[in-house]
């Protein structure tokens, strides 16, 4: 009868220390957040819970312009992260050698700090940056303000160069690994049944790596939506990514503003969760009717 | 518990005397922004060396934006926490926000020996920063002037009004711009063009009232959106800090450059920065100056050593160290007429590097700060009619 | 033909991520690179000097980044490789609800999640000290020690752990001797990843460890903030070659703890080990 | 080394029982097959057995204790798992050695036993190197050596067989059965193969579905099984209905046969009658009374026998003969089929 | 429905040669099987067949043409893969249909014939499953019914029983066997289990490290073996040395046995009688001329037969006998082997 008790509760055991992690400072630090911004200090309990910051919040136009501009760069740059990850990771995968090199270089971006990434596409991109003077070389141009402005722009090039730059490797060695464990065997299975090239991608490697491949898409919108380093250095004076304005509120040194700071926090937190979910059941959907319509 | 005693640190019960031998063999740690190489090199090297050998006291600078140190303060104190800083580099509206929620200990510059001795403690400099009263709650560390840097070779009769600055943008389209508020420098230069339109006098003692403001600057905004469209990216967009735009002057991209600190220049050139020809101009109206400060938060576990290392930094060994372009290139903020012959002569001998205007040109041309509270509100109208 | 043309794209657009990090190396060693030079036009050690002068606060800082990081990797290890056993092998009631929670970090930013818990670590003393910054850093490493573990306690299930109970070995012998080395590759990789989120944590440092806690990112920030590009140049290029190395030794260290630790008999037979 | 008591036991994964009931018990040094179908619980029998699966309910007694309060690592009966479970990590030698090294074995000790293990099993040139270097025999044979070496007290053999080919496979059968009579382990063979059991085994129990439906001889599982079940599953049966019986023969619609004694037992009721192809006589004639004719349909050729389907009536007869025969389809043949050759079951 | 010729293909991997000049020529619409020991090269071959792997020398013909530079999509030669390979993110159907996709079927004419297919193989049920959700004999009827529907030329089946139990095994063998003969699809089954091989094929290859040691009927294989090896894959055999040999004779120390037309060539020099056990008749009396003496020293009973072995003076004979016999431990017996059921190798 012990023994009974004891498998049921083995799994539960195992997982006491990093639940316990995550409620003590995750769960508590969520809360703690959730109660900031609804007025609730360290000391003056619950007397003046309010809604007024996040009324506010919403109200202000930069909100708007500014959750415009987080939800479409981040969903850019990781879509465009994703297809070259994707793409490159399918590329390697169909030679013969496995490039151990390129794939440890290709893994540098990753450890690269954001603020470091920013930094990089500065340098780069910028109006004397590599490739403006690239173009002075190559007689295209002569002065800097020739050079399409890509960093500060309205639309978030910049900021989009950097996440992608940051995040296809990402993609790039999760995608890659899942596509060679698949290689082999079904690749021969899908030739020996009429697949060529275009076929193969699209019908095994594709539907067999959409998994990781969309839970990696989820990491990466996830971070990029609620950082704020790379569109704070790259992105538009106006409009302000929505972590930049949080950070903002948040780094001011009157305490009066922390409130809206995490109100804001809370809503970003908030349209994650929401998209991540949303996404998550799209993807349902769509590979229900994908896959099951086949089979008729 | 056992720290209550530390943080209610009684001065008025010391002697100097006892501070210092209380301080002896301490550690004291010193926050402060931390950008850039000479002055991290200077207050880690110079600085804590000789406050080692003098009192035995070990320096720790720990480089932190200003914003996040009163984050720290702000949280400390909802948490009742002893506290990790000793001394604290601050100024404007950062010393009103610290102030104004006391986080800050004091008053203490009158228990420093060489407070007395040096600083003309009647000065506004003193007595006010952006127009707040310090009280004694900060000690001056160091003086800045507001100065735009153009390169000679490019630019050999830099625009010194509105006017020419104007007429020299639209002959330049696109390659004059600062970076956007609430970048401190770039917010300061808006507000030096704001004086040189409609006068500085105003401004002084004037109500923190948006509307209030609003109207006083009014012209000040028709000239910024007369100017807009010959700045850099049409002015749809600006650098983000200061720093960009430094690069982008250094880069060739921009043809202007500006600092908060005189004798920027020179340090930029020597480290190769900045092109030889590169020069500081003001206007002729004259620019905005500021002190900054140092003070000791209110939770400070050593303020003993603070003060003791404080009241070193006010030494005219130190304050001519951190004004030779090749440490820092600070202003000093000890009062010419309370030093001797040989203290002048120790000052006058540092050599000011290439680029930097005198100190005494920039004294005479020198404007107040207008009050902290206003900054953001200027900051905010600007940003309001100037982007979208 | 078409090979050809593929292994191209591939080339190019690898090196399209890949030399963009010359620009840092470059930049490490420049005095002064004007526009419109393509490589600069004066070379000096500025930075590099002071990184690694005598007695440096840099290479201080390194050391306690390095330590943190370490501490780290192999707190939030220690508890999501059991975590990951249990969501991978075991089925049981919550199952799916807690598979969700682990992966919370990840989407909600723990920058939020910092400043919320600020004032309840001041509360415990766990500000400015490193124990505080160490437990912080775990956050964001439990999202990928959890899934990777999950995945590989999937794929190899408790077979092995069976073999070696019913070989007569206890619980601690079948974890260090069996567990460990079958999961090695997990190990690796979701070590890696903890450690390089660890060692370039800066918000959360700055923010629990309030500056008595200085690690190498905070020393590198303000340069980066501040535009000093051979300064932030050199930070980066220590700061890549740090992660580097601390990478590599990671997967030595493991590698050849247990090709060690595969018995005395298992060393002592090594040697005539055959490539297959 | 051990007697063997399952008493009673009962195991549910989820809502399904997975062991029912089950009793059972081994003599010491003596080896036992189980069969059956897959997912009939073998494996979850030998588990308990070993004690990383706990019982519902019942006793596992070893010797007489009762070893459910003991861990795993504690009672002796060592598992050789199917697909053998080698760490991979770890040499052939690194493997033997592992359970020794549980022990805290002195190194000395430990690398003598290694070796002479490594030679019992013909080993000596694989020590070194590591599980995915060497063939599957071989793999199977390290299995066992390192189960051997902690010199258990009962062996479980979980399918050892079923991933090796036919040739590697008899190999390791008459290894096994050669080893077990050496050491006199008392050892529990996991298979689904007939031909495993009937010609290793001193007893054999079948399961289905979590029962043990029958535990006896080899030649009482094959001659006088149970249920038809049970006969199927060690090889094809004809199957005919009993019509009636009189007091010496059983009629069906293919003739009437002796009744044995062999295989009926007073007082129950049985009502088919099995034959099994190997049991059908092919002739050209009829030369004795109660043959059968018929019409042979199919004739599949499989080297050692081979297969006739036979139309006799309406019904296919299914027959085996040794060897290369060259009764051809369409031709007509007579079939005789001994009483003493076939079964009842209820 | 294709001729086909491997025409001297060699083909090596790394350093080591894989397939060895290899000529093999398979009849339209017949069925062959390839045997031989693991790693042997089976597989291989079946793939250089479809196209996957390009042979280092040599060509393969199908119907006369070289098909070396075609590509594997255009050869029709589909290969069932051991572990079924189903797309695991597909349907039954998807499964079954995706053939036809690549071929750009319309979509209409795709469903009629996968739900005809459906029927065929009797998955209709399980159209809408995903492969995870169906047994496995199920899993390899979809992979054949995968095969079938883009009408190959060529089916080739990678030991495609492998992986089922006995029952499922004998259900799929005969549905090959069934499905072939009724399509005539040239085909080539891969194996190492001998009965398949034997029942199944027309033809049976014998590989042995990369070399087809021996391709003939069936009969020819288990008969008349060109090698020992050959000889003892299809079972035990017991081997001795001829002594010498006179016009109607050959001589070894167990005695002479009458050459016989089937299993001697003229001018081949043979060293070898080999003798199957099931051809050695146990007997208690020496009733008849050349009949050997022995003592049975083991008795193994296997339910269908029996397995004996017994020492003839220094050396052991392997018998079988049918049905449960009872000679004992111990006794002496009397056997007699018919030169007829011998077998003589170089
Ligand atoms: N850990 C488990 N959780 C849930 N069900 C289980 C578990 N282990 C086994 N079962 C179920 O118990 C039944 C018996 O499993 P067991 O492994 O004992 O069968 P088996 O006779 O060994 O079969 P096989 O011949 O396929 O190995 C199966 O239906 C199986 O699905
Ligand atoms: N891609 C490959 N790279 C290197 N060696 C290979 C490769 N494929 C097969 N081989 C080797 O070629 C030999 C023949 O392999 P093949 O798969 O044809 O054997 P097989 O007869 O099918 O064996 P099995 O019965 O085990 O399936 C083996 O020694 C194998 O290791
Ligand atoms: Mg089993
Ligand atoms: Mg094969």
Redesign the interface.
């Known amino acids: 009868m012990f023994g009974v008790k004891k498998t ?1 509760l ?6 006491l ?3 316990s ?2 409620l003590f ?2 769960t ?9 911004s609804i007025g609730v200090h ?1 000391d003056s309990g619950f007397e003046n819970l309010t809604v007024e910051y996040y009324r506010e919040v919403f109200r202000s136009g930069g909100f708007r312009s500014g959750l415009f501009f987080s939800l479409r760069v981040s969903l850019i740059s990781t879509g465009i992260a994703v297809i ?1 990850g994707v ?2 990771a399918y ?2 995968v ?2 013969q050698r496995e490039w151990k090199i ?1 794939q440890i ?2 893994k ?6 954001h ?2 990434a ?4 500065f ?2 991109f910028s109006q ?1 940056g ?1 490739l ?3 173009g ?2 190559l007689g295209l141009m002569e002065h ?1 303000r020739e050079f399409p402005g890509l960093i500060f722009d309205r639309q978030g090039v910049g900021v989009i160069l950097a996440y992608v ?1 940051k995040g ?2 990402f993609i790039f060695l999760i995608v890659y690994q899942v596509l060679r464990s698949i290689h082999g065997e079904m690749v021969e299975a899908a030739r020996n049944l009429g697949a060529k ?1 275009k076929d193969l991608f699209f019908e095994i490697f594709l539907p067999l790596s959409i998994p990781s491949v969309f ?1 990696t898409f ?2 990466l919108f ?2 990029s939506f ?3 380093e790379i569109p704070f250095l790259l992105g538009p004076t106006s409009p302000r990514a929505l ?1 930049v304005l949080a ?1 903002v509120e ?1 780094i001011h040194p009157d305490w009066m503003n922390r409130p809206y ?2 109100a804001m ?2 809503v ?2 908030g349209i ?2 929401f998209l ?1 979910w949303l996404y998550h059941w799209v993807f349902k959907k769509f590979r229900r009717h994908n896959w099951e319509g086949r089979s008729r | 518990g056992g720290h209550e005693d530390e943080t209610k640190f009684n001065l008025e019960e010391m002697t100097w005397e006892e501070i210092l031998e209380e301080a002896e063999g301490s550690e004291v ?1 010193f ?1 402060g ?5 000479a002055i991290n ?1 200077w207050l ?1 090297g110079f600085l804590a060396e000789r406050i080692l050998e003098q009192y035995g006291i070990i320096l720790e ?5 200003i914003d ?2 009163l ?2 303060l702000q ?2 104190k ?4 002893v ?3 000793d001394m604290i580099w601050i100024n404007g509206e950062n010393f009103y926000t610290a102030k104004t929620n006391e986080l800050l200990y004091g008053p203490f510059t009158e228990v420093l020996p060489n407070f007395v001795a040096y600083i003309d403690s009647e000065d506004v400099e003193v007595r006010y920063d952006f127009g707040f009263p310090t009280e004694g709650f900060e000690a001056p560390y160091g003086k800045a002037q507001f100065v735009m840097i153009y390169d000679e070779a490019q630019t050999p009769d830099p625009p010194v009004n509105h006017e020419e600055f104007l007429t020299y943008a639209k002959q330049y389209p696109g390659e004059l711009t600062f970076p956007a508020p609430p970048d401190f420098t770039g917010s300061a230069f808006i507000r030096n063009l704001i004086y040189d339109i409609v006068g500085y006098e105003q401004f002084i003692g004037m109500e923190a009232d948006e509307e209030v403001v609003r109207e006083a600057i009014a012209p000040a905004i028709d000239y910024f959106k007369e100017l807009k469209p010959y700045l850099w990216r049409s002015g749809e967009t600006y650098p983000a ?4 735009l ?2 982008m002057f ?4 921009v043809r202007m450059v500006m600092a908060y600190n005189s004798n920027l220049v020179s340090q930029r050139i020597s ?3 900045f ?1 030889e020809t590169s020069t500081s101009v003001i206007f002729e109206k004259g620019t905005i100056g500021n002190g900054h400060f140092i003070a000791i938060p209110f939770n400070s576990p050593n303020k003993a050593g603070a003060l003791v290392a404080i009241n070193e930094i006010l030494s005219v060994e130190v304050q001519s160290s951190k004004y030779d372009p090749e440490n820092w290139g600070d202003l000093p903020v000890l009062n010419n007429d309370k030093l001797s012959q040989d203290e002048r002569a120790v000052f006058n001998s540092v050599e000011l590097g290439k680029g930097a205007l005198p100190q005494d040109v920039l004294l005479e041309n020198r404007l107040p700060e207008v009050p902290a509270p206003l900054v953001p509100i200027i900051d905010r109208i600007w940003m309001e009619n100037l982007l979208d | 033909m ?2 050809q043309t ?2 191209a ?3 190019v ?2 090196l399209a ?2 030399l ?2 010359m ?2 190396l470059l ?1 490490s060693v420049t ?8 490589f600069p036009r ?1 070379f ?1 050690l ?2 590099l000097a ?1 990184i690694f002068e005598e007695g440096s ?1 840099a290479l201080e800082s390194l050391y306690t980044s390095v330590k943190i990081s370490l501490w780290v990797t192999i707190l939030t290890l ?3 490789i ?2 990951g ?3 991978g ?2 089925d ?1 009631p919550g ?1 799916a609800f ?1 598979k969700i ?2 992966l ?6 723990p ?13 415990l ?1 766990l ?2 000290t490193e124990l505080g910054v160490v ?2 850093h ?2 964001p490493g ?1 999202p990928y020690g ?2 990777i573990f999950t995945n590989i306690f999937e794929l190899v299930g408790n ?2 752990e ?9 619980s601690f ?1 079948v974890f260090f ?2 567990t460990l ?2 999961i ?1 590759p997990g190990l690796i990789s979701a070590g890696s990843m903890i450690f ?1 989120i660890s060692f ?1 944590q ?1 918000f959360l440092t ?2 629990i460890g ?3 806690v ?1 690690t190498f ?17 050199s930070y ?1 290029a220590v ?2 070659v740090v ?2 190395c601390g ?1 590599l030794a990671i997967e030595k260290v493991l590698k050849l703890y ?2 060690k630790s ?13 490539k ?1 | 080394m051990s007697e063997i008591l399952f008493d009673r036991i009962s195991k549910h994964y989820d809502k399904e029982e997975t062991i029912k009931n089950l009793t059972l018990k081994i003599e010491d040094g003596e080896i036992i097959s189980l069969l059956g179908p897959s997912g009939c619980g073998k494996t979850t029998t030998l ?1 308990i057995l ?3 699966v706990n019982p519902d309910f019942g006793t596992v007694y070893m010797d007489g204790i009762n070893v459910n309060p003991l ?9 050789v ?1 199917q ?1 053998h ?1 080698l ?13 020794l ?3 805290k074995v002195p ?1 000395r000790t ?2 003598e036993k ?1 070796e002479e293990m490594l030679k019992f099993m013909e080993l000596e040139e694989h ?4 599980p ?2 060497i063939s599957g025999g071989q793999k199977q044979r390290a299995a066992i050596a ?2 051997l070496i ?1 010199n258990p007290k009962v062996l479980l053999l979980d399918e050892p067989f079923s991933n090796l080919d036919q040739r590697l496979k008899e190999e390791m059968r008459s290894f096994i059965v050669e080893i077990q009579k050496k050491l006199k382990i008392t050892t529990i063979l996991v298979t689904h193969d007939k031909e495993d059991a009937l010609m290793t085994s001193k007893k054999i129990g079948v399961m289905f579905q979590g029962e043990l439906k029958q535990y006896g001889t080899p030649e009482e599982l094959y001659e006088e099984p149970s249920s038809i079940e049970v006969a199927k599953f060690f090889g094809e049966v004809n199957e005919f209905s009993i019509d009636h019986e009189d007091e010496h023969r059983i009629h069906t619609y293919l003739g009437a046969f002796n009744k044995t004694r062999l295989s009926m037992k007073r007082g129950v009721y049985y009502s088919k009658l099995l034959v099994r192809p190997e049991a059908v006589e092919i002739y050209y004639e009829e030369h004795s009374e109660n043959m059968i004719s018929g019409l042979v349909m199919e004739r599949i050729y499989a080297g050692e026998k081979t297969y006739y389907s036979i139309l006799c009536g309406e019904r296919i007869l299914k027959a085996s003969v040794v060897g290369n025969c060259h009764w051809n389809e369409g031709q007509r043949v007579f079939l005789k089929i001994e009483g003493k050759n076939t079964m009842l079951v209820k």
């Open positions: 049921q083995t799994p539960y055991i195992y997982l220390p990093v639940i992690i995550l400072v995750f508590l630090g969520l809360v703690m957040s959730i109660f900031q360290g070259i793409g490159l590329l390697l169909m030679q390129l270089l290709l540098l971006p990753i450890i690269v700090p603020l470091v920013a930094f990089i596409i340098t780069l004397s590599i403006a003077r690239i002075v070389l800097p730059w296809t490797p090239g839970s989820i990491i996830a971070f609620g950082s704020y972590p950070y948040y700071a995490m926090n809370m970003l937190a994650s969760v991540v | 740690r926050y922004w931390g950008g850039d190489q090199d880690n600078w720990v480089p932190m934006n996040e140190i984050n720290k949280g400390e909802q948490g009742n926490a506290g990790t800083a800090t200061i720093a960009q430094e690069n250094s880069d060739g991209e480290s190769g920065i092109p | 078409k090979k593929s292994r794209v591939l080339v657009v690898a991520f890949i963009p990090l620009i840092i930049w005095v002064s690179w004007p526009f419109p030079d393509l004066e000096g500025r930075g002071q606060r220690m508890i999501t059991p975590g056993k249990a969501l092998i075991y049981f199952k807690i929670f682990a919370a970090p990840l989407i909600i930013s920058v939020a999640i910092g400043m919320g818990i600020h004032s309840t670590f001041i509360r003393g500000t400015n437990l912080i775990i956050v439990i959890i899934r077979q092995l069976e073999q070696g109970k019913v070989l007569g070995a206890n012998q001797h069996i080395p079958t090695l390089i370039s800066y700055f923010l309030g500056g008595s200085i990112p905070l020393m590198m920030v303000p340069y980066i903030q501040s535009g000093d590009r051979t300064m932030a140049a980066s700061f890549i992660t580097l990478l247990y090709s595969s018995g005395i008999a298992g060393a002592f037979y090594t040697r005539k080990k055959v297959s | 588990k070993a004690g990383l861990p795993a690592e504690k009672r002796g009966a060592v598992i798992f697909d479970r760490f991979p990590h770890m040499t052939v030698g690194g493997n033997i050695e592992f359970g090294r549980m022990q190194k430990r690398r290694v020590g070194g190197k590591f995915d270097q390192r189960s902690i």
